[in-house]
């Protein structure tokens, strides 16, 4: 049975950048009250002219560049969204075409947060049944886009980008050594955005109640369960694959909040530079923050290959899980 190994890595971010100072003339906060709640110093917005597709595919190209891959080698490509560029076609239809991948298959995957180790574990299983050999996973969000800027609580987390990994069926030693995935869906309305579907469509009331953007009720609550769900999915591949937490080489978690990594960390009993964060500089980027702080880790040469790395996700829905990988 062929393996998933990890070829190629990118990432991409635009162009604009959104200070603390800035949002302190936007809403009533102030820089030290995000920095210390959250360790945000600032985030990128995209341009109005870029779309969540547009993101992915500059980070997709960094990835395909690194794995010496053509695009129209690939078999399957895979996005990671909350935001795709409509409701259909799919984010990923947008990306094929946009690469001229002319072969390859195209799917979104809606998991929040998480929607990065899910697709890690959809990859994983696709390439192993032998009949998809190359696979571009992506984690894109244009989370501006879905932000109610009034609200002070949640428009000073997030922010865009896109990271990418193209993955290859191998014969020899596993890329991807174990998964987890867990869901909670009645704790959905925690964290959640109820207008637009079939539930809530798009109307004059949805849009003055501003159902189409980011609702977070207690942050305490979310605080408390990412740090406990991640830390259970974290000890669950560990234990599958017969690996122990000192052999880690570095662990990436969803760049949710600094206190929720720091707290992660300390659960696992990890010294802090086992753990990477680039939270401080580009906020919470939902299912993009586990591949983007990934290819900076990779081009900043703190990942080599051979090292064991550990990622742990958690988002609305709710849904939580982890990967173990071998680079």
Not at 108 to 132: H, K, M, P, Q
Request: proline fraction near 3%; aromatic fraction near 4%; glycine fraction near 10%.
């Amino acid at each position: 049975m062929p393996v998933a190994r990890l070829v190629g890595t990118g990432s991409y971010v635009p162009s604009r950048v959104l200070t603390n100072a800035e949002l302190e003339k936007m809403v009533e906060t102030s820089d030290e009250w995000i920095r210390t709640r959250t360790g945000i110093q600032e985030r990128y917005i995209a341009a109005e002219q870029e779309a969540t597709s547009d993101l992915a595919m500059r980070a997709a190209r960094q990835a395909l560049e690194m794995a010496q891959l053509d695009p129209a080698e690939l078999d399957m490509i895979v996005v990671a969204t909350i935001t795709p560029d409509m409701i259909f076609p799919s984010a990923a239809c947008f990306v094929q075409e946009g690469l001229g991948a002319k072969r390859a298959g195209a799917l979104d995957i809606a998991a929040a947060c998480s929607g990065f180790v899910y697709g890690l574990a959809v990859a994983d299983g696709l390439l192993r049944t032998g009949t998809i050999r190359t696979l571009l996973l992506l984690g894109a969000e244009t989370l501006s886009r879905i932000v109610n800027w009034q609200d002070r609580n949640t428009c000073v987390l997030f922010g865009d980008g896109a990271g990418a990994l193209v993955l290859r069926a191998s014969e020899g030693e596993r890329g991807i050594l174990a998964t987890s995935l867990r869901s909670d869906g009645s704790k959905g309305p925690i964290l959640m955005l109820p207008g637009g579907g079939s539930r809530h469509p798009n109307s004059q009331a949805v849009l003055d109640a501003k159902m189409n953007t980011i609702q977070m009720a207690g942050g305490n609550e979310v605080f408390k369960l990412a740090v406990r769900a991640m830390e259970e999915a974290s000890l669950t591949v560990l234990k599958q694959a017969g690996v122990d937490i000192k052999d880690v080489g570095l662990v990436i978690t969803h760049q949710a909040n600094l206190r929720i990594i720091g707290a992660l960390g300390q659960r696992l009993g990890l010294p802090e530079e086992k753990i990477y964060h680039n939270i401080q500089r580009v906020g919470n980027t939902s299912a993009a923050s586990i591949p983007l702080a990934l290819d900076e880790a990779v081009r900043a040469g703190r990942v080599k290959e051979g090292d064991l790395l550990l990622f742990a996700a958690f988002g609305g829905g709710l849904t939580w899980g982890a990967a173990l990988v071998r680079f």
